[in-house]
C-alpha cells in the first residue's frame, strides 16, 4: 500500500522515469535552431508523429486539405510544431502505461485550459503565447502521473473523492502526501522542461500566491486564471476548440486593443504590479463573455 512520501523520495522516483528517446530530442532541437528547415523536420518524424501533424493541421484550417507534411508544417509553423511535439511526448509516454482513467475528459480539459490561457494572453498582449499553451496543457500532468505510477494511490484517491466528497487535491494529499501540481512539476523538470514553466504548474491551484514570490508571475498567474475560467464552462469537443480560435478572432482583437487602452491609462497612476492584476481580471472578464458566446456553462455534477 502507498504511504505518504517525503516529496524528496517522490523525486527520486520520479528520476528513474524513462528519458525521452534521442529521435524525439533530434527533432526539438531542429524546432529550436534557427538554420532548420520543414524538410529536415520531416524526415526524422515517426509515421505516428507525422499523423498527428497532419491531423492537427487539417483541424485548424479545414479549408486547405492539408495533404503533405510540408503542407501542415508550413501551416503550423514552427511554434506550434513545437507545442504539439512537446505536448505528444510527455501525454503519450503516460497514457501508454494507464488503466483505469477518464483520459479523454483530461485531454479536452486540458487543451480547452490551453486555449482560454492562449486568449487571455492575447488581451493582455503577453509576448509568449508558446509557454502559456504549454503551461496550461500540461498544468495537470501530475494526475496522469499518480494513475500510472501510483496506481494503488489512485484508487485510493477516486474512492476518498467519492466517499467523503473530497477535492482531488485534498485527497491527493492525504494519500500521498503532495498534490498533483507538485509532483507534475516534479516531472516536468526530469523532461527539462524551463523552470518558469514548471513553476506555472506547480502553484496553478495556490490562490494566494504572492506576485514577489514568482521569477515570472505574469506566465503563472494568467495560467491559474485560464484554469479558474476553464472550471466555469462545459468542455468543448475537438472540433468545437480548434474552431474557438478563429470564431473569436475578432473579439479578441477588440478587447485587447481595449484592455491596452486600460493600462495605458492606469500606468499613470499605478506601479506595474498593480497594473498587471487588475488587467488580468479586466482579460478574464472579457474571456469570459466572449466563451459565453460560443460554449454553455458548466452544469452542476458535469
Do not use: W
Not at 77 to 105: C, N, P, S, W
Not at 236 to 249: F, S
Request: glycine share 4%.
Amino acid at each position: 500500500m502507498e504511504t505518504p512520501a517525503s516529496l524528496h523520495a517522490l523525486a527520486e522516483r520520479i528520476d528513474r522515469l524513462p528519458l525521452i528517446d534521442s529521435a524525439v530530442n533530434e527533432i526539438l532541437s531542429l524546432l529550436n535552431r534557427t538554420d532548420s528547415n520543414f524538410t529536415q523536420i520531416a524526415d526524422r518524424l515517426s509515421p505516428d508523429l507525422a499523423l498527428r501533424f497532419l491531423n492537427m493541421a487539417n483541424i485548424a484550417h479545414p479549408e486547405a486539405g492539408v495533404r503533405s507534411l510540408k503542407h501542415a508544417m508550413g501551416l503550423l509553423g514552427y511554434a506550434e510544431m513545437k507545442q504539439i511535439l512537446t505536448t505528444a511526448v510527455m501525454v503519450d509516454h503516460f497514457t501508454d502505461r494507464l488503466d483505469d482513467f477518464r483520459f479523454d475528459r483530461f485531454q479536452q480539459q486540458a487543451r480547452f485550459c490551453a486555449a482560454a490561457a492562449t486568449m487571455l494572453g492575447t488581451v493582455m498582449a503577453y509576448p509568449h503565447l508558446e509557454d502559456l499553451f504549454t503551461a496550461s496543457i500540461l498544468h495537470n500532468v501530475g494526475k496522469l502521473v499518480i494513475a500510472v505510477y501510483f496506481p494503488e494511490a489512485h484508487g485510493r484517491i477516486v474512492d476518498l473523492k467519492c466517499r467523503k466528497g473530497m477535492s482531488t487535491c485534498m485527497a491527493e494529499i492525504q494519500v500521498l502526501g503532495h498534490g498533483h501540481a507538485e509532483i507534475g512539476a516534479l516531472v516536468l523538470r526530469r523532461f527539462n522542461v524551463p523552470e518558469d514553466i514548471c513553476e506555472a504548474v506547480r502553484f496553478h491551484n495556490v490562490s494566494d500566491r504572492a506576485i514577489e514570490a514568482s521569477a515570472n508571475f505574469q506566465l503563472e498567474f494568467i495560467c491559474r486564471e485560464a484554469a479558474r475560467l476553464v472550471g466555469r464552462f462545459a468542455l468543448p469537443d475537438a472540433a468545437k476548440l480548434a474552431r474557438l480560435r478563429q470564431e473569436t478572432a475578432v473579439d479578441l482583437d477588440r478587447e485587447r486593443q481595449a484592455c491596452q487602452l486600460t493600462v495605458r491609462q492606469a500606468l499613470r497612476e499605478n506601479g506595474f504590479v498593480t497594473i498587471f492584476v487588475h488587467t488580468l481580471v479586466d482579460a478574464s472578464r472579457r474571456v469570459e463573455d466572449i466563451l459565453t458566446r460560443h460554449i454553455p456553462l458548466r452544469t452542476i455534477g458535469s
